[in-house]
Nanobody
Framework: QVQLVESGGGLVQPGGSLRLSCAAS????????MGWYRQAPGKQRELAAS??????NYADAVKGRFTISGDNANNTVYLQMNSLKPEDTAVYYC????????????WGQGTQVTVSS
């Protein structure tokens, strides 16, 4: 079992920055994939950024603005979000799969990000 707790969401003006954190109950070195998804009102959940076996992937909509990283010492996954736009408004979810069972996804509870003036 892996438990994930997100934090760092909030209200920010367009052009601002936020850093999301995802604290994991286990070592992130055991994660086959870790990433951030987001879901805007009335839309499907979509991938924002992920690290899979060391390979980083970003959605086109966030490339150049978002940075995903992992901190092994603190078992935490981060998403640094810069130059935020109103269309980035969504609930952001942390997601991981472990090497021991790559077919089972784990999700956090989500954190709201609102970009508005």
């Amino acid at each position: 079992q892996v438990q994930l707790v997100e934090s760092g969401g909030g209200l920010v003006q367009p052009g601002g920055s936020l850093r999301l954190s995802c604290a994991a109950s286990g070592s992130i070195s055991t994660f086959y994939v870790m990433g951030w998804y987001r879901q805007a009102p009335g839309k499907q959940r979509e991938l924002a950024a992920s690290i899979r076996s060391g390979i980083i992937n970003y959605a086109d909509a966030v490339k150049g603005r978002f940075t995903i990283s992992g901190d092994n010492a603190n078992n935490t996954v981060y998403l640094q979000m810069n130059s935020l736009k109103p269309e980035d408004t969504a609930v952001y979810y942390c997601h991981v799969r472990t090497y021991s069972d790559t077919s089972r996804p784990y999700w956090g509870q989500g954190t709201q990000v609102t970009v508005s003036s």
